[in-house]
């Protein structure tokens, strides 16, 4: 099934409480073993551990997240 995720994919990820965890780490554990470069998870806030964010993950999988706020205390 490794054609189902590619090099340099990008795969949006739903956020919160409905942050599918056990999902994130099998393709993270799939992405090491198929030796996968690149693969970007977006998503707007996720909860819980989770496994793909450890260093042996680092360059497999990479996070771009989408919550922006502003820091009105900064502008002050």
Same mark, same amino acid.
């Given at each position: 099934m490794s054609w189902l995720m590619c090099v340099g994919m990008r795969v @949006? %990820? *739903?956020g919160c409480a409905a942050t599918p965890? &056990?999902? +994130? !780490?099998? #393709?993270a554990k799939h992405? %090491?073993?198929?030796? #996968?470069? !690149? %693969?970007? #998870? =977006? *998503? =707007? *806030?996720t909860e819980g551990p989770g496994i793909c964010v450890q260093p042996e993950y680092d360059? &497999? %999988?990479? @996070? &771009? +997240?989408? @919550?922006?706020? +502003?820091n009105t205390l900064a502008h002050d």
């Open positions: @949006f %990820v *739903h965890l &056990t999902l +994130l !780490d099998a #393709l992405g %090491v073993e198929a030796k #996968l470069k !690149d %693969v970007e #998870l =977006i *998503h =707007i *806030h360059g &497999t %999988v990479t @996070f &771009t +997240l989408l @919550f922006h706020f +502003l």
